[in-house]
């Protein structure tokens, strides 16, 4: 009797269990990526609130994120589909001082998105990506590149592959355009790429990105992943920080 008791007693319990963690299973959330970067020439440091103009936490400094770099700071899980989200020039982030952006996003739940802040200060503007990053076989040993426009200003650049040669791998791209991903080959043997972005019309070099490490199986980061190799910074600036480079973002 006292066994069938303890059997009872042990089927209702775990019944309980499996009922509260699919439950919770469920009731969890869908994570939304979004990446924030700054791209915009003269604005050193951007302050991002995700309460709108409400006013800020004591606690902002921690997420200030600057010119032409990167780090996780820039990372957010989001779960609204409709997400507030102001931008503030720093140190102008205390009443009555006015964001850049007062942005009401539209985020697709699961999706994965990069939010480049573009312009100047007298006229800010920016630009929205939303993207898939495509699946590498093992077999294949490759990874996907391409290419953006985030040069404020900029008239429309080609983008050239040297190596063993020259060959033209896009046409005309505009400030704020983006192509889709391309495959290339990753293996040991490889050896380096280097893409130039130049004027189209006058072929003026603008800047370039090569590529390193494909013939070491333990730093090589290329394989199987994703990248976006983009045109920042100012036409004609001729300031180490300001001038148009060339800036490499991880879309693996």
Not at 48 to 77: I, M, W
Not at 91 to 98: A, G, M, W, Y
Not at 134 to 146: E, I, K, L, N, Y
Request: aromatic share 16%.
């Amino acid at each position: 009797m006292k066994t069938y008791k303890f059997q009872y007693i042990l089927f209702i319990s775990l019944l309980c269990f499996a009922i509260v963690s699919c439950k919770k299973t469920e009731e969890a959330p869908v994570l939304t990526h979004l990446t924030l970067f700054n791209a915009m020439p003269g604005e050193l440091r951007l302050l991002p609130s995700f309460r709108g103009t409400e006013p800020l936490n004591r606690y902002y400094d921690a997420t200030l994120f600057y010119y032409g770099s990167f780090n996780l700071v820039g990372k957010y899980a989001i779960t609204k589909e409709d997400q507030p989200l102001a931008i503030y020039s720093y140190p102008d982030t205390l009443v009555p001082s006015k964001p850049l952006f007062d942005l009401q996003l539209k985020l697709k739940k699961g999706s994965i998105n990069t939010l480049y802040f573009l312009g100047k200060k007298e006229a800010p503007d920016y630009l929205l990506d939303t993207y898939l990053p495509p699946a590498h076989q093992a077999a294949d040993s490759t990874f996907g590149v391409r290419f953006m426009n985030l040069s404020y200003g900029s008239q429309p650049v080609s983008v050239y592959l040297i190596k063993d040669g020259e060959r033209k791998e896009v046409e005309g791209l505009a400030y704020k355009d983006r192509t889709d991903f391309k495959s290339y080959t990753a293996t040991l043997e490889t050896g380096n790429y280097t893409f130039e972005f130049r004027d189209q019309a006058t072929q003026q070099l603008l800047a370039s990105y090569t590529t390193a490490e494909f013939g070491k199986p333990s730093e090589n980061k290329w394989r199987f992943r994703n990248f976006t190799i983009a045109l920042i910074g100012l036409p004609g600036e001729s300031s180490e920080l300001l001038k148009q480079k060339t800036f490499l973002f991880d879309n693996y």
